[in-house]
């Protein structure tokens, strides 16, 4: 059954955008979102969730980062700040009936924002990874994630995201699941504020 505020297998992919060699290091809490977005792929791909990704003008800004670029089959080059405005992503979500996006990736107040209006334009239901976006100045990403939740945005966690996909402990991919979930904790800390910039 369909229900356009949870997140299912089979309806949603996954959109990493833009988090890039040259610009990572100067984003805020670059160690949670590589950590998050990793954390994200990596279940994704256990569960069967497609994974997109883009990049913008990677000659200048570098490469998608490992370890996200290594697991990683389909990325689009651009230079418009919308990953869906220049057509391959949107087409690619359109074809496979995906009609859900969680999306994660930098910046907060440009790339990503800019993504989210457009794919809610389309008619898509958008899950924003908060703990998986960021940009290089807090006032930025506090007022992106204010105005994507305003126009229609669901405001999600990496965490909330993967067990939703689960949906069941009994799901066959729960044990793997569960031993990512555990080595982001140790990643994490006891603190929960752990980051790997550190």
Request: aromatic residues 6%; glycine residues 6%.
């Amino acid at each position: 059954m369909s229900h356009q505020f949870r997140l299912k297998v089979e309806d949603t992919a996954l959109l990493v955008i833009d988090i890039q060699e040259k610009l990572l290091p100067k984003i805020m809490q670059a160690g949670e979102v590589l950590r998050n977005a990793s954390f994200l792929v990596n279940a994704a791909k256990v569960l069967g969730v497609p994974v997109i990704a883009t990049e913008q003008y990677p000659k200048g800004l570098g490469p998608t980062v490992e370890p996200i670029r290594g697991l990683l089959t389909t990325v689009w080059e651009k230079k418009t700040f919308s990953a869906v405005a220049e057509g391959g992503a949107l087409d690619f979500l359109k074809s496979d009936a995906r009609i859900k996006v969680v999306v994660v990736g930098i910046e907060a107040h440009i790339c990503v924002m800019q993504t989210v209006l457009d794919l809610l334009n389309q008619g898509f239901h958008v899950f924003v990874c908060v703990d998986a976006v960021s940009s290089r100045y807090a006032i930025d990403v506090k007022i992106a994630l204010k105005r994507m939740q305003q126009a229609g945005a669901i405001l999600v966690t990496a965490e909330t995201c993967v067990y939703e996909w689960l949906e069941t402990a009994a799901n066959p991919a729960f044990r793997e699941i569960s031993a990512m979930v555990q080595e982001r904790m140790r990643q994490i800390g006891p603190d929960g504020n752990a980051s790997l910039n550190k």
